[in-house]
């Protein structure tokens, strides 16, 4: 049996003559928690409702345990959706809300009783059984949306930004719950979000996505160390990003010119006049007052910026162009105003193709 309980194949959307979904194609595993990340307009969310059965695919095959599920109605395919609204019944309490499906399919009183308790030790609201809606907080209110999903014994979870209209404190506080729950059951959840620090936080793979279609599908940590389009590098967290030229290959050492300096890269493919995006995290910047070789970037020190983890220096360069580098605290050795170079260790730098 495959590993994989859910695929997207060749899977297009389009409302009238705006196509929102291009050739889609993504398998997803047994058990794994991957994320649709992206910004507003992306897709993302209709991708999403396209597996749940609320939206009809144009086209493509959208496959659940190897099975076709494009002629089924919602309520047949093995997926819940918790949405970030909660579409809780306000006028039910806590018990009937997450007991709603059950009792839909005629189940057994005390069937319903046991499972219903069950999750409620599963989400943690034991004793609020009897309360409505409007006297929950939002977390326990997204606490019961997922209980209520969870019921059916599903395949899939597919969360449509559950914890958007939560404070910034609940909001990583359900992050850490969540990614527990998950492990927990063993459950497949598909998340959709434009938050790239919860997707980084709470993902197996991230799936980012742009005008439509999937630029990278990779683990956390593969897409913020190792971007490989030049739209995943900026989305990502900080990135500076150079645009330039190759002017020397060296057995994958990559030298490029660029409108504020030469710099150097590692990178693997590339041929010298070749145009190339050159991407370093804030973090991976160094700045000294003497000329590093192979580094010809020259800037100036126009503020630092108290982020409360970090301290962030804006550096201005010789083309206007504004870049970042981040330390745990102030680098006392500059001051604004003061002119410096700018260099970093070329492993930690992405060469990026100027079509990625």
């Known amino acids: 049996m495959s590993d994989f309980i859910v695929s997207l194949i060749d899977v297009e959307k389009s409302f009238g003559k705006n196509k929102v979904v291009k050739k889609m194609n993504v398998e997803i595993k047994q058990g794994e928690f991957l994320t649709l990340l992206g910004p507003s307009g992306c897709g993302k969310t209709t991708t999403l409702r396209m597996i749940a059965g609320f939206e009809e695919a144009s086209s493509g095959t959208i496959m659940v345990q190897g099975e076709s599920i494009e002629d089924k109605e919602p309520f047949e395919r093995d997926v819940n959706t918790v949405f970030q609204n ?20 005629k189940k057994s009183k005390a069937e319903i009783t046991g499972r219903v308790n069950e999750m409620l030790d599963l989400v943690q609201l034991k004793g609020y059984e009897s309360r409505k809606p409007d006297e929950l907080s939002g977390g326990q209110k997204q606490r019961v949306a997922i209980a209520r999903a969870l019921i059916n014994n599903p ?73 490989s389009t030049k739209f995943v590098a900026g989305f990502i967290g900080e990135s500076n990003i150079f ?72 550096i201005e360069l010789i083309d206007k162009k504004e870049i970042k580098y981040s330390r745990f605290e102030k680098d006392d050795d500059f001051k604004e105003g003061d002119s410096v170079n700018i260099y970093w260790n070329p492993e930690r730098a992405v060469a990026i193709k100027t079509n990625n």
């Open 86 to 105: 909660y579409a809780l019944f306000p006028h039910m309490n806590v018990f009937d809300n997450i007991a709603y499906a059950l009792k839909i399919k």
């Open 155 to 227: 395949k899939v979870l597919l969360l449509d930004e559950p914890l958007g209209a939560l404070d910034l404190k609940l909001r990583k506080q359900m992050q850490v719950e969540l990614k527990r729950l998950q492990k927990k059951l063993g459950i497949t959840f598909v998340y959709v979000t434009h938050d790239q620090e919860e997707a980084l936080t709470m993902s197996d793979r991230i799936a980012i996505m742009n005008d439509g279609v999937i630029e990278q599908l990779a683990t956390p940590r593969e897409i913020y160390e190792r971007p």
């Open 243 to 314: 645009d330039g030229e190759v002017i020397d290959s060296q057995s994958g050492n990559l030298t490029v010119n660029t409108p504020a300096g030469t710099l150097k890269v590692l990178g693997n493919g590339f041929k010298v006049g070749e145009r190339i995006h050159v991407s370093i995290r804030p973090e991976y910047v160094e700045v000294c007052s003497d000329p590093v070789e192979g580094f010809d970037l020259k800037g100036t020190v126009k503020d630092f910026i108290y982020m409360g983890t970090v301290v962030k220096t804006a």
